[in-house]
């Protein structure tokens, strides 16, 4: 099941992960620069927190998602957009190729302002590391 990952690198003012959240399974505390915290227990992978996040730090992670194969679900604010059954590259957060990947779905949600969320199949051991694709050429 998809549950998300939370990759927030500073203590910044920022909390709409918590307030999107409909189970709030994540929680910033009263000190608004805590890094968010998550009780995966009540996280249900509505990817709400995706789309919302202005940083672009939450993620929705199923290690199961095939045998040997997990999906990483993450924000995509380029055009053009990849489209379901397009073979990507998949990035870390400093932009190194970490692996080939499959575009399994996009979306864009209207609760997160239209933000568009990309679900890539990847290798499984690298589920918790990638979090975009490489641009693609522009049509």
Do not use: W
Request: charged share 15%; hydrophobic share 40%; with cysteine.
């Amino acid at each position: 099941m998809r549950k998300v990952f939370i990759d927030c690198p500073q203590n910044i003012p920022c909390n709409p992960c918590q307030f999107c959240c409909p189970t709030s399974a994540i929680t910033i505390g009263e000190d608004i620069t805590n890094p968010p915290q998550v009780n995966l227990e009540k996280c249900i992978g509505c990817g709400r927190c995706v789309a919302a996040c202005p940083g672009q730090a939450c993620f929705l992670v199923d290690t199961e998602f095939h045998p040997g194969i997990a999906s990483v679900d993450f924000p995509y604010e380029y055009l053009p957009l990849p489209t379901a059954g397009m073979r990507v590259q998949a990035q870390d957060n400093c932009g190194a190729v970490l692996c080939t990947g499959l575009v399994v779905a996009v979306v864009a949600a209207k609760a997160g302002d239209h933000t568009p969320v990309v679900r890539l199949s990847v290798p499984r051991e690298f589920a918790y590391q990638v979090r975009s694709i490489a641009h693609l050429p522009a049509e």
